[in-house]
């Protein structure tokens, strides 16, 4: 469904069920979702989304921006790259001297993955402690999509990519996972368990949608 507001036109899927009330959701890529009660008529959603259309537009405008970060990376002694919600040259973060471009890109990612790895180490520990729970392995991967997750037989898994993320925002993504371990899904309970961990979760939800884009190689 698609509907215009000031010369903007805002595209949008429904997804029906036995829910209370209508909510929409707008995702990192920028895909709207309107989530509503069976039986609700098009009027009424289209009323909604009309009504909140200047928070979309606000949205889906700071997602457009964070997709023109630029993508293009100085392989070079200077050129800058995230590490811990902060940029750094990339000879603070590894050796440079005589290497080529691919060696650059390559060590690069390495150290990412040793980042990544030691700091879920040290955080998660925290958090377990807490919710009282335990992964049967905890692994570092490469994802396009997911900054974590959680299978059904216990196995949680992160992005390397999340190494370039504030700690805060690190630990975010820990409590999500764990908290799978208890809410296999994402029902109130689940929410709730994160929010008493985290309270204010739905920042660092928004910086992973507004700068996730600029978190790559």
């Not at 973060?93 to 650059?104: K, M, N, P």
């Not at 900054?147 to 992160?158: H, L, P, Q, V």
């Not at 370039?164 to 993504?173: F, G, T």
């Amino acid at each position: 469904m698609k509907i215009t507001v000031e010369n903007h036109t805002i595209e949008f899927n429904v997804q029906y069920g036995s829910r209370k009330k209508l909510s929409i959701h707008i995702d990192s890529a920028g895909f709207i979702t309107v989530k509503a009660p069976n039986d609700t008529s098009q009027e009424i959603i289209m009323s909604a989304v009309k009504q909140h259309a200047a928070v979309i537009l606000e949205k889906l405008n700071a997602i457009a921006k964070a997709r023109d970060i630029p993508k293009t990376r100085e392989y070079q002694d200077n050129g800058k790259f995230l590490h811990l919600g902060k940029y750094v040259h990339l000879h603070e973060l590894i050796e440079t001297d005589g290497l080529s471009e691919e060696e650059l890109r390559v060590n690069l990612k390495k150290f990412y993955f040793a980042s990544c790895k030691k700091t879920i180490g040290e955080r998660i520990k925290i958090y377990q402690n807490q919710l009282k729970v335990k992964p049967k392995t905890v692994e570092i991967d490469e994802s396009i999509t997911k900054w974590g997750s959680c299978s059904s037989d216990m196995k949680i898994t992160f992005n390397y990519r999340l190494a370039m993320a504030p700690v805060q925002v690190i630990d975010y993504v820990i409590i999500h996972e764990l908290c799978h371990l208890l809410h296999m899904n994402h029902d109130r309970s689940f929410w709730r368990r994160v929010g008493s961990l985290m309270p204010d979760y739905k920042e660092k939800e928004a910086y992973l949608s507004h700068y996730g884009q600029a978190m790559t190689l």
